[in-house]
């Protein structure tokens, strides 16, 4: 019995189609307590799933490998298709609005709303670059990083005019600040 609807594996039988490249993001810690009793196999669930839109959907192409460069956020994905494999990449992250008040230095920049997200997004010790802005948030800094905080930046990140401030409370758990050109309010 084949596959009727299949475009290209009748011997393999029935098989659901369209193929879909999908990303499917768990927590660390469900798959953790996986590891150690804590939870089933089948408990985890993704907290997130993404297509792949650029990846072949024929049936002919599979995922041989995937690799993600920290410092870019990029993601490569190598498919199997026939005798021409290829390499797709993928920006993940955050959206590169350089008109954002706020960013994370690296390459490319990752820019950002507010500090709080900026401070969630770093993934270890590092720098928030932040422009001449009134940020009206409470920050809280929880996590055992170095953070510096260089504010007062012009709309390009390329010149110091002023200052950066913030509206709210700013509160230091866990960590370390060094803070250029903040004003608290």
């Not at 990303?23 to 297509?51: C, F, I, S």
């Not at 990449?89 to 609005?97: A, E, K, L, S």
Request: proline share 8%.
């Amino acid at each position: 019995m084949g596959a009727p609807n299949h475009p290209t594996m009748e011997q393999k039988g029935p098989t659901p189609t369209p193929y879909v490249h999908q990303v499917w993001a768990y927590d660390a810690d469900d798959l953790v307590a996986v590891k150690n009793g804590q939870m089933q196999h089948w408990e985890p669930r993704p907290y997130a799933t993404w297509t792949l839109d650029d990846m072949d959907t024929s049936g002919c192409a599979d995922t041989r490998s995937a690799g993600y460069d920290v410092s870019t956020r990029m993601l490569y994905v190598t498919q199997g298709f026939s005798d021409f494999p290829r390499v797709d990449v993928y920006q993940i992250g955050y959206p590169t609005d350089i008109s954002a008040p706020a960013r994370i230095p690296v390459i490319p920049p990752l820019y950002f709303n507010n500090l709080t997200d900026t401070y969630e997004a770093l993934l270890g010790d590092g720098t928030i670059q932040a422009r001449e802005f009134f940020f009206e948030e409470d920050l809280t800094l929880d996590r055992n990083v170095a953070l510096i905080l260089d504010g007062g930046y012009d709309s390009l990140y390329s010149t110091y005019i002023g200052r950066t401030v913030i509206k709210g409370r700013l509160t230091i758990i866990g960590g370390s600040l060094t803070a250029t050109r903040p004003e608290i309010r």
